[in-house]
């Protein structure tokens, strides 16, 4: 069945009813979640997060968020990188646990005592202003879209003055030959592969019909900009379909 609240372009009046309905749908996937980013990606999700860590440039030293960890992959990513502190945050429960449990493996040498799990709102975030070196996120944005401004200000708060952010999200190509192949992978291929990886297939036109009505790069830079970031600037991957912007407070 297809969701209410996948159309981005839509009116959503009632953000916490949208909130309930994607709290739920990640609770529900978190047991093949990475599963499926590794088969969809083609494997490359974890080099666009370690590219994303990059962006932080000499602040990926620092206190670094994970806005919407999911299973933890760019917090395990920022420790990996030599963060000093990480906090992984999220609203789904169920996402959590998975991250912990990736935090834990015998291939982190131990550095469970760097990161602080958290479960909350992207839109209310429970961090002093000015205290973080550094904000990451990926593939959220659109799962926050009905208070976007309210989460990218909440992420110009708790930043340091000249502190960094990175979010990787899907995009739409610019060419349109490559957007109607990425529009037919996205809305026939991923569903498959979701059922293959998670034992379902209606989140997937979730994501789908979110990502094609999500903001261009373009549009979401001005976003960024208005909430009082600087320097954003966004590169490109997978022919247009992954993008990372980057900037400063």
Known sequence: MKSPFANLQHTHPDGEERQAYVTNLFDTLAPGYDRFNRWVSFFQDEAWRRQTIKLL???ASGSILDLATGTGDLARSALV???TRVYAFDISHQMLLHAQN???EPTMNGQIGKVQF???SAHLLPFCDQSLDGVVSGFAMRNVFHFLDDVLSEIHRVL???GRFAI???SRPRNAVLRLFFKLHMSKVMPTIG???TGKSSPFHYLCETTMTFLSPDEFRERLLKAGLRDVHWQSYLLGGISIHAGTK
């Open 168 to 170: 990787l999200e899907l």
């Open 160 to 162: 340091k003055p000249g």
């Open 102 to 104: 990736k935090v834990i």
């Open 118 to 120: 958290a479960q909350g």
């Open 81 to 83: 990188n030599g963060a």
């Open 57 to 59: 440039g000499d602040r």
């Open 195 to 197: 059922r293959l990886a």
